[in-house]
């Protein structure tokens, strides 16, 4: 298996240039997320989905939009970049069910910079 | 001024010794709590778990104990090695909710 797969790894952007962030995985996982970490800080929870059609809000969730059309894949899109969303990105996931298991895995990242 | 959150505490420990890492949660009604460990330019990696009907669960080198009256979780680690060198974060769930929420992290740093 791959794990969590997330592309781009960097991205640089213009202030109002929109885009998606990737991310995938082969555990056929039902709860996917995405969080940002800005330098020295923990992470913040953007969006989630327990599953395939479902998402809900996260902690921070202006300005980002999620879409789950599929079990394996969960893609985070910017509408409108800006500065303040400088920052890495990480998408993680887990399986669900009555075994109760919950740990979480996680992505690589993928870097963001907004000019 | 000086911004929160800039700044991770940092826990110094001499190679060998046990390292204690603390987290406070503020939500009583969480009732699972995971340890993550991230290396520099890397993802969190799962540590350790502990469900709310529990008050102390062991892994390899790693404690986990949790203190539901004051709302308190650490997270030991036996014999501190130069690998340990990271940023630990706590994390929890409610028992209502879906989503898993991080706590502030601690750098933890290995004197030789």
């Known amino acids: 298996n791959a794990g969590v797969t997330q592309t781009p790894k960097f991205q640089v952007l213009k202030t109002g240039q929109s885009m998606t962030l990737q991310c995938a995985q082969d555990m056929n996982h039902e709860y996917m997320s995405w969080y940002r970490q800005d330098p020295g800080m923990g992470l913040r929870l953007i969006h989630y989905s327990v599953g395939a059609g479902i998402t809900d809000q996260g902690e921070v969730p202006n300005g980002y939009n999620v879409s789950r059309s599929t079990t394996e894949d969960f893609p985070l899109r910017l509408l409108s970049a800006a500065p303040s969303q400088t920052s890495v990105y990480f998408c993680a996931s887990s399986p669900q069910g009555p075994s109760g298991q919950e740990t979480q895995y996680f992505g690589p990242g993928t870097r963001l910079l907004v000019l | 001024g000086e911004s929160v959150g800039l700044h991770l505490p940092t826990l110094s420990v001499q190679e060998g010794d046990n390292s204690i890492i603390n987290c406070a949660y503020s939500?009583?009604?969480?009732?699972?709590f995971i340890w993550y460990k991230q290396e520099s330019g890397k993802g969190p990696q799962f540590i350790i778990d502990?469900?709310?009907?529990?008050d102390k669960r062991q892994g390899q080198r790693v404690t986990v104990l949790l203190n539901k009256t004051v709302k308190h979780l650490s997270l030991q680690i036996a014999a501190t090695q130069p690998g340990d060198s990271a940023v630990y974060f706590c994390a929890e769930k409610g028992s209502s909710a879906s989503k898993i929420i991080f706590g502030s992290g601690t750098r933890l740093s290995i004197r030789p």
């Open positions: 502990i469900r709310s009907n529990m």
């Open positions: 939500n009583s009604a969480s009732d699972y």
